[in-house]
Nanobody, 123 residues
């Protein structure tokens, strides 16, 4: 009933920036929290950032705090992840997610997921 479509991934040199977008459609009224996760080859999916769909609360993993910024445009039903000062260890598939739980850092708190977009940071 909810579809999330991601865009903005690509290849960038270390120290560069990318902005990911996630457009939500369908029954978006059911979404309370929007989150970003990433998964590198051979590793588990990990939390990156999250934001309440309404209100101003945002949350970040320690590994990206101070470098990444999550934002949203409620009128467009779109969330963004601005990634600055990128490092090779940021290389992963990035996923957008939506759900209704307060446990923003848990994958099982989210009901809907985007298809993923590849981010590759070269050294």
């Amino acid at each position: 009933q909810v579809q999330l479509v991601e865009s903005g991934g690509g290849l960038v040199q270390a120290g560069g920036s990318l902005r990911l977008s996630c457009a939500a459609s369908g029954r978006t009224f059911s979404i309370y929290t929007m989150g970003w996760f990433r998964q590198a080859p051979g590793k588990e999916r990990e939390f990156v950032a999250a934001s309440r769909w309404s209100g101003g609360s945002t949350y970040y993993a320690d590994s990206v705090k101070g470098r990444f910024v999550i934002s949203r445009d409620n009128a467009k039903n779109t969330v963004y992840l601005q990634m600055n000062s990128l490092k090779p260890e940021d290389t992963a598939v990035y996923y957008c997610a939506g759900g209704g739980s307060n446990w923003y850092q848990r994958t099982d708190s989210y009901d809907y997921w985007g298809q993923g977009t590849q981010v590759t940071v070269s050294s």
